[in-house]
Structure formats: C-alpha cells, structure tokens
Nanobody
Framework: QVQLEESGGGLVQAGGSLRLSCAAS????????MAWYRQPPGKQRDLVAR???????YYADSVKGRFTISRDNAKNTLYLQMNSLKPEDTAVYHC?????????WGQGTQVTVSS
C-alpha cells in the first residue's frame, strides 16, 4: 500500500512558478514509475509528466520546456517544478505511482493561474 499526499498548489499569476510535492508513505525507491496528471474543470485527467526509477522522463507537449519532474528517493518525494505558468495550466494536479501492478493516486492539489 502506498499513500500519496500532494502539496504546493495555489494561485499564481501567468508567468509565475510553483513547485508541487508528492510525499509518499513509504520508500519510493521500489516504485518503478511515478507521474503527475492534471484535470482541468469539466475535462478528463491527462498525463503531464512521468519519471521512472532510472530517472527517465517524459513530458506532455504542452509543458515541455516549462515543467520539470524529479524524484528524491531519500525523502520519498516526487516533485514538479512549474515555470512560465499559463492560464491553461489551471487544474487539479494529481500524483500517481505504479508499483507491482498496482496504481496509487493522491487526492490532488489545486493550481490556478490568473491572466
């Protein structure tokens, strides 16, 4: 069982930055894949960025060059550094973990970008 808790969301002006954190209840060193998803109001949840245990990363085209995903196994924490934020980045951001075939989700943190 893995419990995930996101933090770091908030209200920011366009062009600003935020760093999201996802704290796991146990060691993330054994979690092969972790990711951030986001769900804008009234829309589906989509992948934002993904990182493997070997630190291989993937980014959605809409965030490439602006967002950076990273993981700190010593702190059991996943991060998402978001720069040059745009109003269309407004969404609830969820942390995701895949371990031994089981998927775990956090409750989400709201990010609102004003124009």
């Amino acid at each position: 069982q893995v419990q995930l808790e996101e933090s770091g969301g908030g209200l920011v002006q366009a062009g600003g930055s935020l760093r999201l954190s996802c704290a796991a209840s146990g060691s993330i060193a054994t979690i092969g894949r972790m990711a951030w998803y986001r769900q804008p109001p009234g829309k589906q949840r989509d992948l934002v960025a993904r990182i493997t245990s070997g630190d291989s990363t993937y980014y959605a085209d809409s965030v490439k060059g602006r967002f950076t995903i990273s993981r700190d196994n010593a702190k059991n924490t996943l991060y998402l550094q978001m720069n040059s934020l745009k109003p269309e980045d407004t969404a609830v951001y969820h942390c995701y973990a895949l371990r031994n075939g089981y998927v775990y989700w956090g409750q989400g943190t709201q990010v609102t970008v004003s124009s």
